[in-house]
Nanobody, 123 residues
Framework: VQLQASGGGLVQAGGFLRLSCVASGRTFSSYVMGWFRQAPGKEREFVAAINWAGRSTYYADSVNGRFTISRNNAKNTVYLQMNSLKSEDTAVYYC?????????????????WGQGTQVTVSS
């Protein structure tokens, strides 16, 4: 599986962005999909995950209520809608795919990774 993330950019605090991640392969619909982020000098951290059917979603406390993860299995795409952005959301955002059933919050749970897209929030 190859993952291609896009949609990052520069936005003012309080603004919004929508990230997309397109996956290759015909088994996308069976994967848990997740978003992680990594700020300079910090470890990669969990942001959100969604199960294969899109019925169960999980969020980090820091983004809960502001970010929404969704997926369109017909388009092999997972999205991350980010609203009310804060300067502390600045990071490289990565999408990832997990072949197991349970949605994990650790980077070690995920088998495939995209290349990352930069999100910069100016205050």
């Amino acid at each position: 599986v190859q993952l291609q993330a896009s949609g990052g950019g520069l936005v003012q605090a309080g603004g919004f962005l929508r990230l997309s991640c397109v996956a290759s392969g015909r088994t996308f619909s069976s994967y848990v999909m997740g978003w992680f982020r990594q700020a300079p000098g910090k470890e990669r951290e969990f942001v959100a995950a969604i199960n294969w059917a899109g019925r169960s979603t999980y969020y980090a406390d820091s983004v809960n209520g502001r970010f929404t993860i969704s997926r369109n299995n017909a388009k092999n795409t997972v999205y991350l809608q980010m609203n009310s952005l804060k300067s502390e959301d600045t990071a490289v955002y990565y999408c990832a795919a997990d072949r197991t059933v349970a949605a994990g919050k650790s980077a070690y749970d995920y088998d495939y990774w995209g290349q990352g897209t930069q999100v910069t929030v100016s205050s």
